[in-house]
Nanobody, 125 residues
Framework: QVQLVESGGGLVQPGGSLRLSCAAS????????VGWHRQAPGKQRELVAAMSDVGRIGYTDSVKGRFTISRDYAKNAVSLQMDNLEPGDTAVYYCNADLLYSGSDYYTGPVHNLWGQGTQVTVSS
């Protein structure tokens, strides 16, 4: 069983930065297409940044120019760099991804639409 593992959340003051990371829990899996979502208390979950399998990137308007999604090839992970954070960015952030399998198990294949457990980001003074 493979999972998505997120890290990097925390408490930061307005204007500060955080870097979230999302990786597969088993080394034989790698992230293909990925999206970072967030859900604030009392609000619906929203997609904030996404990267397709061919590297196309998109952001929701409220984070354009402040958030950057990228692949971390050294860690076999995908990162979300969040700069100039605002109180409105406070939410639980989730990674959602399709995974490729490069192992030798004949009965194991790619995984689609896998969600991480979420990581809390709080922006407050």
């Amino acid at each position: 069983q493979v999972q998505l593992v997120e890290s990097g959340g925390g408490l930061v003051q307005p204007g500060g930065s955080l870097r979230l990371s999302c990786a597969a829990s088993r080394i034989a899996f790698s992230i293909n297409a990925v999206g970072w979502h967030r859900q604030a208390p009392g609000k619906q979950r929203e997609l904030v940044a996404a990267m397709s399998d061919v590297g196309r990137i998109g952001y929701t308007d409220s984070v354009k120019g402040r958030f950057t999604i990228s692949r971390d090839y050294a860690k076999n992970a995908v990162s979300l760099q969040m700069d100039n954070l605002e109180p409105g960015d406070t939410a639980v952030y989730y990674c959602n991804a399709d995974l490729l399998y490069s192992g030798s198990d004949y009965y194991t294949g790619p995984v689609h639409n896998l969600w991480g457990q979420g990581t809390q980001v709080t922006v407050s003074s």
